[in-house]
């Protein structure tokens, strides 16, 4: 399956099969020997080119549809979201009020989810800046060197807005390697990544604990009944 992965057009068909076939052995080796991201990107190299391996995996672990779920759960709080975060509270915070006053220039449907995936770790007193890193063309790999687990917003210009209009590319980022590229936004490469952290059994980053939580429990639906203080209370804000 590895030659047939770097094929120019590897046959997609055999690919799936493969992929399902070994799921078992796939998920042993993951969840008991724990490889490093670098051996696993040589190993099962399917989860890091095609996009769908990455859906249908996490379909075969939980049992939902990844793309349906994180996007349909963003999309039914993000008007409540936004109320919240533009609340007297948050009035003096920088971060916050550059996020929502990039918006106010273009708020389409696209750049309010990417306000609210850049605003929730704000609003739940995180701070994201070691995770999801702005840079130009020629800074992407000093800039990875350190990355644990992030995303990587590639512009012309550093200097654009918050929310820029186009990326030259949206990286994921893990153990200092580019795992996904040509993401195309930021909603996408949260996507992609809760559902590579599914499948590669990682961890959510320890400084966006509350972040991810609210990701996984709250747009997602999964364990929506264990959720911690910080994040039951947005959980009733939301809901009244």
């Known amino acids: 399956m590895i030659q047939d992965?770097?094929?120019r057009n590897p046959g997609l068909a055999f690919v799936d099969t493969r992929m399902s076939s070994t799921y078992s052995l796939r998920r042993q080796e993951i969840v008991e020997d724990?490889?490093?991201?670098?051996?696993?990107?040589?190993r099962w190299l399917a989860l890091f080119t095609e996009r769908q391996q990455i859906s249908m995996e996490f379909t075969r672990l939980v049992s939902m549809d990844l793309?349906?779920?994180f996007y349909g759960g963003l999309g039914g709080?993000?008007?409540?979201l936004l109320q919240l975060f533009r609340s007297k509270r948050f009035e003096g915070m920088t971060e916050m009020s550059a996020i929502l006053e990039s918006?106010?220039?273009?708020?389409?449907?696209q750049r309010k989810r990417t306000a609210i995936l850049q605003a929730l770790p704000w609003y739940l007193r995180e701070n994201p800046s070691k995770?999801?890193?702005?840079?130009?063309?020629?800074?992407?790999?000093?800039?990875?060197?350190g990355m644990t687990i992030?995303?990587?917003?590639?512009?012309?210009?550093?200097k654009e807005p918050t929310l820029p209009a186009i990326y030259s590319d949206v990286v994921l980022v893990m153990e200092e390697h580019a795992v996904l590229r040509k993401l195309g936004d930021v909603p996408n490469a949260f996507m992609n990544l809760m559902g590579?952290?599914?499948?590669?059994?990682?961890?959510y980053p320890k400084d966006l604990r509350y972040t991810f939580e609210v990701i996984q429990r709250l747009f997602m639906g999964i364990g929506i009944e264990s959720c911690t203080a910080r994040v039951h209370t947005l959980k009733n804000k939301l809901l009244s």
Not at 150 to 158: M, P, R, S
């Open 5 to 7: 992965m770097k094929k």
């Open 34 to 42: 724990e490889p490093p991201v670098s051996e696993l990107m040589v």
């Open 67 to 69: 793309s349906k779920s």
């Open 77 to 80: 709080h993000l008007l409540k």
């Open 103 to 109: 918006l106010d220039k273009d708020a389409s449907n």
């Open 131 to 145: 995770f999801l890193k702005l840079c130009e063309p020629t800074d992407r790999k000093d800039v990875i060197k």
């Open 150 to 158: 992030g995303i990587l917003a590639v512009v012309e210009d550093v």
């Open 196 to 203: 590579l952290l599914y499948t590669l059994n990682m961890n």
